[in-house]
């Protein structure tokens, strides 16, 4: 049973970061895809960030690209988003899901975690 757990999340400043955990289980990580996605109030759910499964390449929203950073720990089954200079617009629910396709969309048949709320508010 795929079993997804993220962490991380909270209530931070503008300018600030965070790192965000993935962790995984019930299913070989090393084999898939996974991607990180953002809820935010109102809107429907996003891809941000994807890691190929070998950690070889990834793929960013264009709003994240240069203040985000994914990468995976195959051997501790944990995939990772950092992220910096938050800004309110960051705010949102973040999810780990997989597989996801090339465009970091999840696919039909995959799973999501629980989410870890991000608030970025003075």
């Known amino acids: 049973q795929v079993q997804l757990v993220e962490s991380g999340g909270g209530l931070v400043q503008p300018g600030g970061s965070l790192r965000l955990s993935c962790a995984a289980s019930?299913?070989?990580?090393?084999?898939?895809?996974i991607g990180w996605f953002r809820q935010a109030p109102g809107q429907e759910r996003e891809g941000v960030a994807c890691?190929?499964?070998?950690?070889?390449?990834?793929h960013y929203k264009d709003s994240m690209r240069g203040h985000a950073t994914i990468s995976r720990d195959n051997a501790k089954k944990t995939v990772y988003l950092e992220v910096d200079s938050l800004q309110p617009d960051d705010t949102g629910v973040y999810y780990c899901?997989?597989?996801?396709?090339?465009?970091?969309?999840?696919?039909?048949?995959?799973?999501w975690g629980q989410g870890t709320q991000v608030t970025v508010s003075s």
């Open positions: 899901g997989v597989p996801v396709n090339e465009d970091c969309t999840l696919q039909a048949t995959g799973s």
């Open positions: 019930g299913f070989p990580i090393h084999y898939y895809a």
């Open positions: 890691i190929s499964s070998d950690g070889s390449s990834a």
